[in-house]
């Protein structure tokens, strides 16, 4: 064996016998066993706490209108008429903008005309062929003459009302692009028109939760403006493909949005619930302890003596945190009392008091004001 080959085996041997130690009797230097009759350290502390956790996924998305389109005309002309403002909330078919349409509306006029007179036409021959006065093809010929009659009048019809701009469906108006007189070309985008309730909010979920994915699944919304607060949606689609490039599944959840905080192309964070609520021991994020060797508490015990509390410190493993909580997944029991503030000043063995006088209250959804 070459001697690189010994050097590598004896730093293996000493690093686990290193990490041994550790978990073994605590972390070395500052939390080596107190000396007998040391003076007790005043520290805050809570109990650990049993909670029912529902898991979520903390997911990235964006806010889009349940209907929402940029309102243009698709034919060119000078704006005669508006009959709307920016930012106000109309109805399905309220009239928005008219463009000057007097020549293709005198056309309009013409061509009914021409109609009319073809219907006068066919009824008076009509009558005539009773007593064959005329020939049925010229009755055939009339009846033809007054259908290309109506056709060309309702052709017209929807062309004159190509230069009218309605909104497609309830909503609210953006800021408009267009000032009475102007002149807009085809195509021209006049004003956004939204729907604000309800919203929907896109997101992407990795391909391996598909199988864990339904609609009516419960999630919730938040958005940078209103920090804090929460907003209840689920899901009510699914993507039917798995994005190729991403290997994600765009998911769409639904929320009602009645008072029009919330507005398309936000972007918000969004929590999916999936499985089952859990359980799980419970304590403030101030009382985890993190060093090179894992994550420590100190907990503390009766003394030998039966009386006062001594630090005793312990590794735990970690799951998920939720605001001022973070879930142990092993190494601490329901009940036991944890060291929150003042750990710095401990070692395994040293006595303590407890004062939780000045210490904030840990929440699960702190808000900002907190």
């Excluded at 056709?151 to 800021?175: E, N, P, W």
């Excluded at 398309?264 to 359980?279: H, Q, R, S, W």
Aim: charged share 20%.
């Amino acid at each position: 064996m070459s001697k690189k080959s010994v050097i590598g085996l004896l730093a293996v041997a000493l690093l686990a016998g290193a990490s041994y130690y550790v978990v073994k009797h605590g972390i070395p230097g500052r939390h080596a066993p107190a000396h007998r009759g040391a003076p007790a350290q005043t520290v805050a502390a809570q109990t650990a706490q049993m909670q029912t956790w529902q898991p979520a996924m903390e997911l990235v998305g964006e806010l889009r209108a349940s209907k929402g389109a940029d309102l243009a005309l698709q034919v060119s002309g000078i704006v005669q008429s508006l009959s709307f403002e920016s930012g106000d909330t109309v109805q399905a078919g309220a009239p928005l903008l008219r463009l000057v349409a007097d020549d293709q509306a005198a056309k309009l006029d013409s061509l009914k005309a021409t109609a009319e007179v073809n219907a006068l036409i066919l009824k008076r021959d009509t009558e005539q062929l009773k007593i064959k006065a005329v020939s049925q093809a010229t009755v055939d010929n009339d009846e033809a003459n007054l259908k290309n009659a109506k056709a060309l009048v309702a052709q017209q019809q929807a062309l004159v009302a190509q230069y009218s701009l309605t909104a497609a469906f309830a909503g609210r108006l953006g800021i408009r692009g267009v000032d009475l007189g102007q002149y807009l070309s085809a195509g021209t985008t006049i004003v956004t028109l939204q729907a604000l309730d309800p919203l929907f909010a896109d997101f992407f979920v990795p391909q391996q939760f598909f199988g864990r994915l339904k609609v009516g699944q419960p999630t919730k919304v938040k958005v940078d403006s209103f920090p804090g607060q929460e907003f209840a949606a689920a899901v009510s689609a699914i993507n039917a493909k798995v994005e190729t490039g991403s290997r994600n599944v765009k998911v769409r959840a639904v929320l009602n949005n009645p008072d029009g905080r919330l507005v398309p192309g936000m972007f918000a964070k969004v929590a999916l619930e999936i499985d089952a609520a859990e359980k799980f021991v419970t304590l403030p994020q101030t009382a985890i302890v993190s060093n090179p060797y894992g994550s420590t508490v100190f907990v503390l015990d009766k003394g030998a003596d039966g009386k006062g509390l001594v630090a005793r410190e312990t590794f735990v493993k970690l799951g998920q945190a939720r605001g001022d909580f973070v879930a142990v997944v092993s190494g601490l029991k329901e009940g036991e009392t944890v060291v929150v503030a003042g750990q710095i000043k401990l070692r395994n063995g040293t006595p303590v008091v407890i004062d939780n006088n000045n210490i904030p209250e840990a929440k699960l959804d702190p808000k900002v004001s907190d």
